[in-house]
């Protein structure tokens, strides 16, 4: 049977380096206020000094000071990924700082979770259904693999490891062992990068057996609750799908329960379907994106339309006002297809990725970087605004850590190939081999859909660049050395270009860019006769700040004028610098109705000009209405 392991491997953030007017800001937005800003909340609410294990703290807690460890973690990640193409002493004296009081806290056997050590001691691993000391450890291990490669360093290394040998020792298939895993996927795909970064298969082994086990019968949650002296069935959400334990995850035919979880699961499912060269784990990757790209995903590339499960709900719910859509969704969504994209380049993965991180996944960040959506509606009327925290804040530290690694995505490489995904004025140093290879575009993309690439190698070197074709793009020009080339994309929608590389040998790509309205399925009934505006990767929106004392949803568009009359307007000055979308729509009148609450007549409509932005930069202004499924009549 032929092997189903990954032919790519991406390009690590450290070797590219951002010199556009998009990424690049955000980057130094994110190195010098949103870190310090949740290095500070984090100060505030104890998190740090938490690991000092001196706190008092009522027993039976608030969940969110269960997994309080993991916002650490999180943000010495984010900080050790800014050092890491950024040294700045200062915050290696803080990440040092927090690291020396995480390893000062760990117990003798190897446990570390602060507030199993002071609050609840008799408690530990007796509840891994709901109390998250698995996911704080993954998120440790995170943090630790990450400033081991940032700093070389490897202390907190070697503590996260010992936490890991003692979870080894303490589950497993094994006679003495427990049986269990974690209500909240995380520790398994950390795992898999504790295995990368030190070598020991132990780390692989049981993140291999955590999602084996998860869902197995007898149900490991049931017996645990009656251990405990409780009733399984009253477990408060109702249901295993909410921590993605009702079935194992190869009987899964669709994507349920709480986003987050679903997608940190599906992500270690990715990584254990290359690491073992097991097809029916990469099946079921398939089988679900299939339902999940097809049937739940909002425009936006949020993910979760519900408050009530922080999840999923049923196939075509996507409303808009009340999308739940967490910031921490998407994300783990384009953790997922950058998983999922590397087995054979196929584009549609990294165009669900691109979806996600320039919109959905780029709204839960104001522009000056310290205020934070954690859900992310495609409506508001007025009534939602970025807050500096949460009281539970698992968002910001995963932006910062997103964002500070955000070069991750853009390239890969294989035994004779280079892949770009993802487009930006940028620097890249790749190896083929032992061959260097520099990458060099020149684009104003996001704006513009032109894309110059310029080629550094050594010495001659011949391997294929396959450049994707974005699913946006429906016609593009390609040209090597001034020479067109009339290439159709491959099966996998890149283009594939062939060449003995030379310095100095440039491709030219234009991706036409036009302005697009997208309508939803019409089984999305809450889309119903709504139009969407996309340009290249952009999604838009309207906002109250352009359209003043008017009802957004009162605001009609003409389908055929959006693609032919709409215009794009690149503002330097607004919004960080945005190009934005001027046009006609109408104007549902209001006059005239007398206090009617019904007539027999249609109202009347005027002219109204419209200016739409990118969603992923809305209030950054004015607090205020924002709508990106505009009524068609
Ligand atoms: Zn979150």
Not at 600 to 626: F, H, K, L
């Amino acid at each position: 049977m032929d092997s189903i392991k990954r032919q790519l491997t991406p390009v690590p953030f450290t070797q590219v380096h951002f010199k556009d007017d998009f990424w690049q800001p955000r980057l130094e937005v994110n190195r010098t206020a949103t870190i310090p800003h949740i290095y500070r909340k984090l100060e505030e609410t104890g998190r740090i000094s938490a690991f000092d294990l001196k706190f008092e703290r009522e027993v039976p807690s608030p969940i969110v000071f269960i997994f309080g460890d993991s916002d650490p973690a999180k943000w010495i990640e984010a900080a050790s990924y800014s050092l890491a193409t950024h040294p700045d002493p200062e915050l290696q004296g803080l990440v040092d700082r927090v690291a020396d009081k995480i390893i000062h806290a760990q117990q003798p056997d190897g446990y570390l979770n602060t507030h199993y050590i002071v609050a609840q001691p008799d408690m530990k691993w007796k509840n891994l259904r709901d109390w998250h000391e698995m996911y704080c450890a993954g998120h440790l291990m995170e943090g630790a693999v990450a400033h081991f490669q940032a700093t070389g360093d490897s202390k907190l290394l070697e503590a996260l490891s010992r936490y890991a040998d003692h979870i080894d020792d303490t589950f497993g298939p094994q006679p003495g062992k427990k049986r269990g895993y974690c209500g909240h996927p995380e520790v398994e795909l950390a795992l898999v990068r504790l295995y990368h970064a030190t070598g020991n298969q132990r780390y692989l082994n049981l993140a291999k057996y955590f999602v084996d086990e998860r869902g197995a019968q007898p149900h490991y949650y049931d017996q645990e609750a009656r251990a405990r002296g409780d009733d399984p069935a009253k477990f408060w959400a109702r249901t295993y799908e909410y921590c993605q334990a009702q079935v194992p995850v190869r009987q899964q035919e669709k994507v349920v329960g709480h986003a987050v979880r679903a997608m940190y699961l599906l992500s270690a499912v990715a990584d254990l379907a290359h690491e073992f060269d097991d097809p029916t784990l990469l099946e079921t990757c398939n089988r679900l994106w299939d339902n999940l790209i097809t049937k739940r995903m909002y425009f936006t590339g949020g993910i979760g339309p519900s408050r009530h499960n922080e999840g999923f709900t049923m196939d075509y719910d996507l409303p808009d006002e009340t999308a739940y859509a967490e910031t921490c969704a998407t994300i783990g969504l384009v953790m997922w297809n950058h998983r999922l994209l590397q087995f054979s380049g196929e584009s549609r993965f990294a165009d669900v990725l691109e979806r996600g991180l320039y919109n959905g996944f780029l709204s839960g960040v104001s522009l000056e970087g310290t205020h934070f959506l954690y859900e992310n509606p495609l409506s508001s009327a007025g009534d939602r605004h970025r807050e500096e925290w949460f009281y539970c804040p698992c968002c910001p530290p995963n932006v910062a850590r997103i964002i500070a690694s955000v070069g991750n995505y853009f390239y890969s490489t294989g035994t004779s190939d280079v892949w770009v995904h993802l487009f930006a004025e940028s620097e890249a140093s790749l190896r083929i081999g032992d061959q260097a290879v520099k990458i060099t575009q020149s684009t104003q993309y996001p704006w513009n859909g032109a894309v110059t690439f310029q080629v550094e190698v050594d010495q001659p070197l011949t391997f294929i660049l396959h450049i994707r074709l974005p699913e946006w793009c429906e016609n593009y020009q390609l040209s090597l050395n001034g020479t067109a080339l009339n290439l159709k994309p491959e099966s996998n929608g890149y283009l594939a270009i062939p060449h003995t590389w030379k310095s100095g040998d440039a491709v030219s790509y234009a991706m036409d860019m036009p302005i697009r309205g997208v309508w939803a399925n019409p089984a999305v009934r809450q889309l119903e006769g709504r139009l969407a505006i996309q340009r290249g990767p952009l999604v838009y929106c309207l906002e109250g700040a352009d359209h003043h004392a008017i009802i957004l949803d009162r605001i009609a568009v003409d389908p055929e004028q959006v693609g032919r009359d709409f215009i794009v307007d690149f503002q330097p000055g607004l919004l960080g610098g945005v190009a934005v979308i001027h046009g006609q729509g109408a104007l549902i009148d209001d006059r005239g109705w007398d206090n009617k609450l019904y007539r027999s007549s249609a109202p009347a409509r005027t002219e109204i000009a419209i200016t739409a932005v990118p969603y992923c930069v809305w209030d950054n202004r004015q607090p205020g209405e924002m709508r990106v499924w505009l009524r068609t009549a």
